[in-house]
């Protein structure tokens, strides 16, 4: 079975600066991806990223880069210069095969 | 290209009624899932389908809830009789079959449920 851990109930962070959030997983599976989401106020889920367990490098999307150290079961996200509109919540997944296990979330509140 | 196309958007209703959601999956997409979101216990798998299939239905939380795809651009999720726990919002996603582990879920806008 999978399970995503994500810790930060709640982020702060002012305009223009970079934001980690934090993920963990546990998984028994040989190949997994992960994934994260972000879901605005307005409620629609936003595909972000996503990190192949077989990926040797680090996904980058834009300002959104994930941070994948896979010994130690962790897949934080990196928001570069954080803009108003990145207020929302994230979430973070992951799946062996077409099921995805969602963590709780992290709501990030950027301001100006 | 349209996305998932959840229908309706919001859903008022009195305990006992019959609901029924819609969903209408990205075209070429071959696999779709039904979530539920709540504040207490955050976003749920109920059951997915492969090729109009279901494939696991273990997240239905009773008999209460069923869930058809009759064709490969439809798929429904009933709630009968509902009641106020069910309140909720139901999003359904779909994802293409290549590449499986890294293609994302396209997830539609959501239903908005409320159980009077």
């Known amino acids: 079975a999978q399970k995503i851990t994500q810790t930060q109930p709640g982020m702060f962070v002012q305009e223009k600066e970079a934001v980690t959030l934090d993920c963990t997983y546990d998984?028994?599976?040989?190949?997994?991806?992960l994934f994260w989401y972000k879901q605005p106020s307005s409620g629609e889920m936003i595909f972000l990223i996503y990190?192949?367990?077989?990926?040797?490098q680090n996904a980058t999307e834009g300002r959104y880069s994930l941070n994948f150290q896979k010994a130690r079961k962790s897949a934080n996200l990196v928001i570069s210069a954080s803009q108003l509109g990145d207020s929302a919540m994230y979430f973070c997944?992951?799946?062996?095969?077409?099921?995805?296990?969602f963590g709780t979330g992290t709501r990030l509140l950027v301001s100006p | 290209d349209a996305g998932v196309i959840q229908s309706p958007r919001h859903e008022v209703t009195e305990m006992g009624q019959e609901v029924t959601l819609r969903c209408k999956p990205i075209?070429?997409?071959?696999?779709l899932f039904w979530y539920r979101q709540t504040m207490m216990r955050g976003l749920e798998l109920l059951i997915y389908?492969?090729?109009?299939?279901?494939?696991?239905d273990s997240g239905m939380p009773e008999d209460r809830f069923s869930a058809k795809m009759p064709n490969a651009s439809f798929s429904t999720l009933k709630i009968q009789p509902s009641e106020p726990r069910d309140s909720a919002v139901y999003f359904c996603?779909?994802?293409?079959?290549?590449?499986?582990?890294?293609?994302?879920?396209?997830f539609g806008d959501g239903t908005r449920l409320s159980i009077l």
């Open positions: 996603a779909s994802s293409p079959t290549v590449g499986a582990i890294g293609q994302p879920q396209h």
């Open positions: 998984t028994s599976d040989q190949s997994y991806g």
């Open positions: 990190q192949g367990s077989y990926d040797e």
């Open positions: 997944a992951v799946t062996g095969f077409q099921k995805l296990v």
């Open positions: 075209s070429g997409h071959d696999y």
């Open positions: 389908f492969n090729n109009n299939v279901p494939i696991d």
